[in-house]
């Protein structure tokens, strides 16, 4: 009997066992079917626009935005950036920013993990939260756009769609996607265009509201004078690094830091002496002398340089701002022992100017240098830099043939000649309240020429940046009071802006975080 029961068990086991694998089977099949469904649905959903401006890729206080949007802000936030670069650092700006040969998403961003992508979508995010904030405010405020910000914004696009058309794109469309990436289309365009002018708009608004009286601003003034003012001075840097061996010379270049900070001392009090008896030209004669074998090294343009004191090296600082300093003084100033750059500063103080000169406006428009002539080309260095000028110049007259001067508005007659030469600028926009310290020094005499008129126009070429063309509009008030108006507006502004941002966050959408894997986003 138990043989019988254990038979019957054994068979029973194989077919619970069989039964068992069939349902195994089943759910199998239905997983791989649900897989193909989830692959077919991917690939019409990314395949497509919908993913990119149908769904929201992330949330900020209730207003959704899709991928779309988001890349909108994304390359803003990068051009934002080259045009920050570009301020302060003129053509050399491209050479600061990350390479297009390598995706951003495999560039890293200084150092630490983070790349260039993650930077730049971080300051995406960050850029969105302030304009749905500002939005939020404006149409609690009951502010809206004027014509005139409408109009801009007409503008604007008619402008890209001419750009677009010699571009050689077949229509806008695909201009739109080739700058911003997929879904984006010319409705989102204009609706981001939109908030980020209402935005704009508002907060300068906000910034306008607040007034200060004449005493309040020029008390601001003198309380900060040692960040404001300006320090104009020379300053020489003498290395005292020590030197490893180039292990692929026979020669041992090996030096200690010990004896490069004794050579460096010796060379910045050769250069102390010659100013103790020559003043400012002993001082460059000495540099001159120091950098012998550097046919192209001008003491000059080297060291000389000027700058706010809240902008000041730490390590010039102290010594530079000091209340008892005056024209002419000079000194050596060694690196800290724990620096990790080791030599010694030779300063020389040029002047200090606290800024109570008056500040003028106007307009300006840089013809860009042309970049497809050959230096190699021609018999020597100066026929190239003469043929380069020539043909900026050049430029500069076609611009200006388009300025009607008789015009009833000659500044509008202006802007419209430098709208029509666009596609030569490497730059153009509006000088405001501008101090001589602002400008680059090729235009400084002419802006600030006492003789200087309303609709005054001229061409001046610039070296290192291409020709200048500017117009002049006029004087618009003292320099420092609008320095320390600007700042103490500024300050409050922010402190407005940080207590409402307080109440906004974003919330990140899974659309956002699989966009930055799968689409172009930041490569």
């Excluded at 192209?296 to 340089?305: I, L, V």
């Excluded at 406006?361 to 380069?388: M, P, R, W």
Aim: net charge negative.
């Amino acid at each position: 009997m138990s043989d019988v029961i254990s038979a019957k068990a054994a068979r029973r086991a194989e077919e619970m066992k069989a039964q068992q694998e069939k349902k195994k089977l089943t759910v199998k099949v239905y997983a791989v079917v649900a897989v193909v469904v989830l692959l077919i649905v991917f690939v019409a959903v990314f395949g497509s626009n919908l993913f990119y401006n149908g769904t929201d890729a992330l949330e900020i206080n209730g207003v959704g935005y899709s991928v779309a949007d988001f890349n909108f802000n994304y390359f803003s936030a990068y051009n934002n950036y080259y045009q920050q670069l570009y301020s302060m650092y003129g053509s050399m700006a491209s050479y600061l920013m990350p390479s297009t040969s390598t995706s951003l998403r495999d560039a890293q961003y200084m150092e630490g993990e983070s790349t260039w992508a993650d930077y730049f979508t971080e300051m995406a995010i960050q850029r969105m939260t302030e304009i749905t904030m500002l939005c939020d405010a404006a149409k609690n405020a009951g502010y809206t756009l004027s014509q005139e910000d409408l109009d801009g914004i007409e503008e604007t696009i008619t402008g890209l769609k001419t750009q677009a058309t010699s571009g050689g794109f077949t229509s806008f469309q695909q201009y739109l996607t080739y700058c911003y990436g997929k879904g984006m289309t010319e409705k989102i365009f204009r609706k981001n265009m939109e908030m980020e002018s209402l935005a704009s708009a508002y907060s300068q608004s906000v910034n306008d509201s607040y007034q200060y009286t004449e005493e309040e601003i020029r008390d601001h003034y003198a309380q900060h004078k040692d960040d404001y003012d300006v320090i104009v001075y020379r300053s020489y840097f003498v290395s005292g690094n020590a030197v490893e061996d180039d292990a692929d010379t026979p020669e041992d270049e090996t030096v200690t830091l010990e004896d490069a900070m004794a050579k460096a001392e010796a060379d910045a009090q050769k250069v102390f002496d010659a100013a103790s008896s020559d003043g400012e030209q002993g001082y460059l004669d000495a540099l001159k002398e120091l950098n012998s074998s550097n046919a192209n090294f001008d003491p000059d343009a080297s060291t000389k340089y000027h700058a706010q004191g809240s902008s000041l090296s730490a390590v010039l600082k102290d010594w530079l701002i000091d209340s008892a300093r005056k024209p002419g003084d000079f000194t050596t100033i060694k690196t800290a022992d724990d620096s990790n750059t080791h030599g010694y500063y030779i300063v020389y103080f040029l002047e200090r100017s606290d800024n109570s000169y008056d500040a003028v406006s106007g307009y300006y428009a840089i013809v860009a240098k042309d970049t497809t002539l050959q230096e190699g080309s021609f018999e020597n260095s100066e026929a190239y830099e003469s043929s380069v000028q020539e043909l900026a110049e050049s430029g500069a007259k076609e611009l200006l043939s388009n300025y009607d001067s008789s015009a009833e508005d000659t500044l509008a007659s202006f802007t419209s000649a430098v709208t029509k030469n666009a596609s030569f600028l490497s730059d153009y926009g509006p000088l405001s309240q501008v101090g001589p310290y602002d400008v680059p020094e090729s235009i400084k005499d002419w802006l600030f020429d006492s003789s200087r008129k309303e609709g005054d126009t001229t061409y001046i070429y610039d070296k290192d940046n291409g020709c200048f063309v500017v117009y002049y509009t006029g004087v618009d008030g003292v320099y420092a009071d609008l320095l320390s108006e600007t700042i103490m507006r500024g300050e409050a502004y922010n402190e407005w802006e940080d207590a409402q941002l307080e109440n906004y966050s974003a919330d990140r959408e899974w659309e956002l975080k699989l966009a930055t894997k799968i689409s172009a986003l930041g490569g």
